[in-house]
């Protein structure tokens, strides 16, 4: 799981970009000492809908996608 760990601790392949974090409704842009809290919900940008599950599976988080 990733709650607690800043961006820059996990290992998130080049072609993945985090791009927005909502945490209880306040949206931001996250830098990697950005720590991540349980409840988050991150908004990537990726080359391909496999990679989003991918991330999604390491990271323990739920997945929502906007597009395929």
Do not use: C, M, W
Request: no cysteine.
């Amino acid at each position: 799981h990733v709650a607690g760990r800043q961006i820059l601790e996990i290992k998130i392949p080049d072609s993945i970009l985090v791009v927005l974090i909502d945490r209880r409704g306040r949206f931001f842009s996250p830098r990697g000492s950005t720590r991540l809290e349980l409840g988050d919900k991150l908004y990537i940008i990726a080359e391909n809908p496999k990679q989003v599950e991918e991330f999604a599976q390491y990271v323990s988080l739920p997945l929502e996608t906007a597009a395929k």
